[in-house]
């Protein structure tokens, strides 16, 4: 998913990892409990996949945290991916 591409930032939280190219598209891979690879589901992911929910957008930070994963996009907007279970 990476090969070609120029990688500007990589991310590594818990379970999860958060990859920023060049143009500002955002991948995400590794566990996707509560919705934190912002992919819409829970699905654990083993490659990079870009998330979709960002296309158009320019991200200019991503970062994993412990159970979430937050970027800022390039007008300065913060976006974040997490779903708490059971609250």
Known sequence: ALRGKKVLQIS???LHSAV???GGEVLTFGC???NRL???D???Q???KAVASLRGTRV???VAGGIHTVVMTAT???VTFFEPQGE
Request: glycine share 20%.
């Open 12 to 14: 590594a939280g818990e």
């Open 20 to 22: 920023l190219l060049e």
């Open 32 to 34: 996707g409990a509560n």
């Open 38 to 40: 912002g992919h819409g």
């Open 42 to 44: 829970d699905s654990d």
């Open 46 to 48: 083993l490659l990079p």
């Open 60 to 62: 200019v930070e991503a």
């Open 76 to 78: 300065g907007d913060m």
